[in-house]
């Protein structure tokens, strides 16, 4: 295990070393480092290395299995060989074959220690049960938004929402027999079909007409201590909407402007609660709530006005 720490650790070094390196190979016309990294090799070596580097890079096991299960840490490393590679060909046709050599050199080498990370077990096992175990999480997450969200709904409503939501137990517990069975990859995909769900219950959910609480309250406080319940379901949809619907950096950044505003909002109602004025406070965090349905909205997933 310490071998394969310190192997991706060697990776994130030389990964930061070569690239603060390209600037300079691809303006250097004459091979200026020989002194440094030997005889210059001639063009015909220099082909027989890239035919090798790109017949790796073509023929890999390792290429259709990151692209099959996503596996951050083989495909950041084999991305690195590739782009690694085409300095090379830059190198290579711009006459300097010192750097086409380094270039290919360090491509062997990310090749070589990504073979080595997909050949251990115990890195490969501890990924997929770090990921299932952020995908468990995940549906807790969804789940306790749900049920809060939920409370505003009448009786015959929830009852329909409740029986969508009813076959993520099923495979939450088949997940659940596969990893036991230490079958994390499996497992793993039955949580995706969970998330699903939820997104779906969700978003038809905050798009329902029926979604308006029918709740007789008996005092300001008690509707204001409703209100702030109502205002936490939302923003907690907020980082699973990111999470789940992978927005874009732009879309992003709208919604977070909604959001800022809505905690401004909720600050302010904050303080009209401390001075004794929940009329005016529940005004104030219902248009905090509003703006939290804006971001949603923004970033995919319906909400009501």
Not at 121 to 130: C, D, N, S, W
Request: charged residues 25%; glycine residues 4%; hydrophobic residues 40%.
């Amino acid at each position: 295990m310490q071998k394969t720490v310190c192997r991706k650790a060697a990776l994130l070094i030389r990964k930061a070393i070569v690239l603060s390196l390209l600037p300079l190979a691809l303006i250097a016309a004459k091979p200026s480092f020989a002194d440094y990294f030997g005889v210059e090799p001639s063009r015909e070596e220099i082909q027989q290395e890239m035919k090798l580097v790109k017949m790796l890079l073509d023929n890999s096991p390792l290429t259709g299995r990151t692209a099959q299960n996503e596996q951050e840490h083989l495909i950041q490393p084999m991305e690195l060989a590739r782009t690694l590679y085409d300095r090379a060909v830059d190198a290579y046709n711009g006459g300097n074959m010192v750097w086409a050599d380094v270039f290919l050199g360090e491509a062997l080498s990310v090749i070589e220690d990504a073979v080595h990370l997909s050949s251990d077990p115990l890195q490969v096992e501890t990924k997929q049960r770090q990921q299932y175990a952020e995908q468990m999480d995940d549906v807790r997450a969804f789940d306790a938004t749900y049920q809060d969200v939920r409370k505003g709904l009448p009786a015959k409503e929830a009852t329909k929402y409740d029986a969508a939501i009813e076959p993520t137990f099923g495979l939450i517990n088949h997940a659940q027999k596969l990893v036991a069975d230490g079958k994390y990859v499996e497992g793993s995909e039955q949580l995706k079909k969970v998330h699903t769900i939820y997104v779906s219950v969700l978003n038809e959910l905050l798009a329902s007409k029926s979604f308006v609480y029918d709740h007789v309250f008996n005092t300001p406080a008690e509707e204001l201590e409703y209100e702030m319940s109502r205002y936490h379901s939302y923003e907690e949809l907020i980082p699973l909407a990111i999470e789940q619907l992978k927005p874009d950096e732009n879309l992003i950044k709208l919604s977070d402007r909604f959001v800022q505003d809505a905690v401004k909002a909720h600050v302010a109602a904050e303080k009209q609660e401390a001075a004794g004025d929940h009329t005016a406070a529940i005004k104030t965090l219902q248009d905090a709530t509003k703006r939290l349905q804006s971001a949603l909205r923004t970033l995919g997933l319906n909400a009501p006005e």
